[in-house]
């Protein structure tokens, strides 16, 4: 157990980072780009102790998880060094002096983002590297030019602490100020935290309920700032009768793969499968689920979370079992439930719920009608998927608008989980998916929730930001009098 | 007095919009760009009814005051319609399959946004058009393709239930479907549609304690949704030294001008003037004062505000008055008060305030590290204005990073007063100057409040949008694999 970091050592955090901000703004992008690489060599060179250490925190298997999920940590943090060196998250934009602009003359008007200032990051029990200290949040945080104070979680205090002293170390070798990072850890801390004057802006990814408190407790202070919190997903996956004939089969083993991944612990989890009636796949579904070996899940809270939250679905009258683990239920073998689409509807507030854990339910629609109606009754996410045949496009049309409506993904014939971080993915949605459905926690486009923009007005050159400036040094895509210039243009 | 609408009326006008929010989701940039601008010419068209009404509603002047106001609320739906047909705002993005993917396999992923829902828009009183029933904010929503509805200001009803008239006429005539826009008038209707599960997202323009109140109630609800207030600002402006000496009578007048501009009845009003000490223009600011002439201002419950928000200032002991109106305060004429950056500082909390109407407060610093001081104390805001030699060119820039910190938009050499539409133009900053300092109030970039990001995974390309589309239907500028493509480049 680590100690609740104290009000003192909270003050002193938050004081160094306040300090490191203003020294932040003015480092290039090029700088930042080269912490976040050598935080992600560090890391990578650090994987024999660090494997082993999450693995004895968290229960999940050295190999292939956490082995590939240190690699994804690393890649997101370089990919975010990616991002400054394109630069085009500095949207730039300059609108020269006018005299006969329709509205007025108009003076010379340049603008871009400049940091939000302190960031404080909640991190998540379920990727203990790639949603944790020296996760997706603080490469974006660190990306944009912001110091970041993470909030450990209770699930893996060591790991926390020996990550966040390899980031410091290998941040400062690289050159990044004192208090550009550091750790905090105590439920009571991170409040305290969230409502530090000189922090700008938190991150947080978890449940619902953690999720709205800490949101709550940002609206309330005096200066409110920006929360993105990601608080779940049930994540409905459609079937269309064309793809139940053509391949049955598979798409029950890929399902059972997709929910029991990970013991059920994503937050992109299928936790509907929307099913033709007579679809004829309950054997082969149950063989699927039957072959999956139990696994531990990451700690006790969770464990029993997930068995309450499974009862409640296994209980309810209208659901049946399809296959579910013997009484002897350790480790968590995967539960799968049925029940008719009229009986969901009728209970959606009490089905259409997120049970973190290797469970799903099935719920079989008659017609299209009756699958519009489902979709109609379900609360937005992250994800929503479809099966069909491309024969069926006509009708898939159709489904797109309810479907767009309901997640900030859409899936053609995958899974939702497994997320690939690149320029166009998109891990949001309307709440409770998040707490703020304009923007995405993951993905390049992430940088843009801890940038601020800023604009000048008839400033000399040389006062100017390098983004700004006339000769454009950084040889930046910028938009010029509303027309899109590339540096090739120029 | 217009009627408070009623909670079914209420209910109606939101089911309307809401059903309408699904139809505007699959209408073109270009049918919306036609909206707009049938709107911008039913407006111009009926300015010799509409500028009278607002008028007597506002006691604004009609010239230039209101005839201008409306040329731009005319301008500004127009250019909506600019960013409409231009079509980067869609954020369109495309990463291509790629099995090489660093992180592993990646598969074809396209991302670009989706109206937010139905919006509704709290108005503002001190630009009956620009600000109100078919102002910025409707511009910039419709523009997203969200259906608006606004809360009219009470001090301006007549006019906002013409206008609302006009707009409703105009939009339908164009081809917008019933529901796309629509009024509803009295503070607890305001307050009841905001709570409606089916708005998507809120904007607002007024108070501190206004703005708060509505903010309070958007994340108080069981699904919180994005509130976009802008609550007030004090306007800093900065002399320096080399600026008194080469032009301290111009600088008099300018600022004379500025902060009575429109009675001060603006966000941008300098507040706060600081002149180092020994300016000697105390003559000059006093002349340039007393020749500005009175004005009633918009309408009594501010002229109240205003007279004691003045009385606070006027009566703090360290403040003394350099120009103010004899005992016959009506019409309203502009008040100019003076303190020492000492004192300033003391008092920061009482005298660092925005007080909405003309007056304005010298703080007079006796060097740089005084002027720095007074920096370090004030509130985030919407603008930070600078005059200073381009000689003092060092000094200004250990400036920039304070000023930046305080503000959205930084000034040299000029008043924060009149705000020019445009691309680079950016409108916001730190609470209390906004709610949400990562997006513009004002500007083309505003638009992007009301929009959320949408991936497709994996999806044929006759199910895409057509901005996702291979062919680029819209010969947009996209990023595709990471690299900007533009139209031309092929």
């Not at 300090?19 to 090029?30: D, F, I, S, W, Y």
């Not at 110091?147 to 050159?175: F, M, Q, Y």
């Given at each position: 157990m680590i100690a609740e970091t104290s009000r003192t050592e909270i003050d002193r955090i938050i004081a160094a980072a306040t300090?490191?901000?203003?020294?932040?703004?003015?480092?290039?992008?090029?700088e930042r780009a080269r912490w976040l690489d050598a935080a992600a060599d560090a890391l990578e060179k650090a994987a024999d102790e660090l494997v082993p250490l999450a693995a004895r925190e968290t229960h999940l298997p050295e190999r292939p998880r956490l082995r590939s999920e240190l690699l994804r940590t690393v890649f997101q943090l370089r990919l975010f060094g990616q991002v400054l060196t394109d630069g085009e998250f500095l949207d730039a934009t300059i609108d020269h002096a006018d005299p006969d602009w329709p509205m007025g003359a108009r003076p010379d008007i340049r603008r871009t983002v400049v940091p939000i200032g302190p960031v404080l990051v909640f991190t998540a029990s379920n990727f203990p590297f790639a949603?944790?200290?020296?996760?997706?949040?603080?490469?974006?945080?660190?990306?944009?030019?912001?110091?970041?104070?993470?909030?450990?979680?209770?699930?893996?205090?060591?790991?926390?602490?020996?990550?966040?002293?390899?980031?410091?170390?290998?941040?400062?070798?690289?050159?990044?100020?004192?208090?550009?990072?550091d750790l905090l850890c105590g439920?009571?801390?991170?409040?305290?935290?969230?409502?530090?004057?000189?922090?700008?802006?938190?991150?947080?990814?978890?449940?619902?309920a953690g999720g709205r408190a800490l949101f709550d407790i940002a609206n309330a202070r005096p200066r409110p700032i920006p929360f993105y919190g990601e608080l779940g997903s049930v994540n409905p996956v459609v079937v269309t009768l064309g793809a139940v004939k053509a391949r049955g089969p598979e798409?029950?083993?890929g399902f059972a793969s997709s929910f029991t991944l990970g013991a059920g612990q994503f937050c992109t989890k299928p936790g509907l499968l929307l099913l033709p009636e007579g679809h004829g796949l309950d054997e082969t579904l149950c063989a699927a689920v039957a072959s999956v070996p139990g696994q531990a899940m990451l700690n006790e809270r969770i464990t029993d979370g997930y068995r309450s939250g499974r009862e409640q679905l296994r209980e309810h009258p209208a659901v049946t079992v399809l296959s579910e683990p013997g009484p002897a239920d350790d480790p968590i073998r995967p539960t799968l439930l049925k029940v008719r689409a009229d009986d969901f509807?009728?209970?959606?507030?009490?089905?259409?719920?997120?049970?973190?854990g290797p469970v799903s339910l099935i719920v079989e629609y008659a017609d299209e009608a009756e699958l519009r109606a489902v979709l109609g009754v379900l609360k937005p996410g992250l994800t929503a998927t479809v099966h069909a045949q491309e024969s069926e496009s006509d009708m898939v049309r159709t489904l797109l608008p309810a479907l767009t409506r309901l997640a900030g993904r859409l899936i053609w014939n995958g899974w939702p989980t497994g997320i690939i971080l690149s320029w166009a993915q998109h891990h949001g949605g309307p709440y409770p998916a998040t707490t703020a459905p304009v923007f995405t926690s993951m993905g390049t486009a992430a940088i843009a929730r801890f940038l601020r923009p800023v604009a000048w007005q008839g400033f000399p050159d040389a006062l100017l930001l390098p983004p700004l400036r006339e000769t454009n040094p950084w040889q930046l895509s910028r938009r010029i009098n509303g027309i899109r210039v590339t540096p090739a243009d120029g």
């Open positions: 300090t490191a901000a203003a020294q932040l703004a003015v480092t290039t992008p090029g949603l944790s200290v020296a996760g997706h949040d603080t490469a974006a945080a660190l990306a944009a030019g912001c110091p970041v104070v993470v909030k450990a979680h209770p699930g893996h205090p060591e790991l926390s602490v020996r990550t966040r002293d390899i980031l410091v170390e290998a941040l400062t070798a690289a050159g990044a100020p004192t208090g550009t990072f439920v009571e801390a991170g409040r305290t935290a969230l409502r530090h004057p000189d922090i700008a802006a938190a991150s947080f990814t978890g449940s619902e798409l029950a083993e509807m009728k209970s959606a507030e009490s089905l259409a719920v997120e049970c973190f």
